[in-house]
Nanobody, 125 residues
């Protein structure tokens, strides 16, 4: 059974940092691009970041460029999202998703095959 599980969410003050992770089980992430997405209450789902199958290419949404960093460790089937300089607008449920592709570039708006259930990130004072 192919699953993605996010972890590491929590509450943080504005300006703080948090790292969340996405771990796959039932399949190897070796041949999968990974995307991070988020959805805040009353808002549409927003693409946050993506990373290609070998980590050679990454992309970020305009709202998080310069503050967030995506990385992966295929040996542990895990993808990370380091979030710095958090603000209240970053409050959302964060989801990871996997797409089976050997493309050398990742695309945040492509179809993703598997999705996690999300982890809550709350930024408040």
């Amino acid at each position: 059974q192919k699953q993605l599980v996010e972890s590491g969410g929590g509450s943080v003050e504005p300006g703080g940092s948090l790292i969340i992770s996405c771990t796959a089980s039932g399949f190897a992430l070796t041949y999968y691009a990974i995307g991070w997405f988020r959805q805040a209450p009353g808002k549409d789902r927003e693409a946050v970041s993506c990373i290609n199958y070998d980590g050679g290419h990454t992309d970020y949404g305009a709202a998080v460029k310069g503050r967030f960093t995506i990385s992966r460790d295929n040996a542990t089937n895990t993808v990370y999202l380091q979030m710095n300089s958090l603000n209240i607008e970053d409050t959302a449920v964060y989801y990871c998703a996997a797409a089976h592709t050997w493309q050398t570039r990742c695309y945040m708006l492509r179809k993703y095959d598997y999705w996690g259930r999300g982890t809550q990130v709350t930024v408040s004072s």
